[in-house]
């Protein structure tokens, strides 16, 4: 009698233990993280994954990036947004989780690329003509249409004094967008001075 209570004492107690350490048997799963390192907005594939599972979910640096059903694999793309350094990536695949570390590549972008900026003094300084002539001629247009309001509310302003003075502010106001068009053609030659262009 004694040994069949102590039989159930020791069962008792293993069930214990058991229950204990499951929490710690969740780190059991043990994944491979390949390629281990690339640019952001690249793929990896995360291997090792238990097939049998309904639930995985794939996180970067705590942020989700995966979620879902999955067989032994799963192929998941890097933020864009990462920095360049090493980046922890966990898994969690039914009951069991696991983390690898992934390290983004210093100024490697496979999704986008800037484009590439003027190289010369010469292909800024056309780049600033042009600019400075769209400027130009926008500025030209919009003072010739109030030179144009201007003088059709002089015409029919008929003595009103109200009327005269608000043609002569639109009469100020183009004058000024044409001094302002004028300084801004001058722009490009004074760049040209100070690059010795």
Sequence with gaps: MKQSQ????????????????????????????????????????????????????????????????????????????????????????????????FTVIAGAFSEQKLPAGPQTKAELLAILDTVVNWFFTIFIIIAIIFIILAAFQFITGGGDTAKISEARQKL???TLGIIVAL???????????????
């Design 172 to 174: 100020i106001w183009a």
């Design 6 to 101: 102590n039989i159930i004492k020791i069962a008792s107690f293993s069930l214990a233990l058991m229950s204990l350490l499951a929490p710690l048997g969740a780190l059991a799963l043990t994944i491979t993280v390949t390629p281990s390192s690339g640019a952001a907005g690249s793929q990896t594939t995360i291997s090792g994954l238990n097939a049998a599972s309904t639930a995985t979910t794939v996180s970067f640096d705590g942020t989700a990036i995966f979620s879902g059903s999955v067989s032994s694999s799963v192929q998941v793309t890097i933020p864009l947004n990462s920095s360049p350094l090493a980046h922890t990536i966990a898994v969690v695949n039914g009951t069991e989780s696991a983390s690898a570390t």
């Design 183 to 197: 300084i801004a053609k001058g722009f490009p030659v004074v760049i040209r001075n100070i690059l010795g262009a």
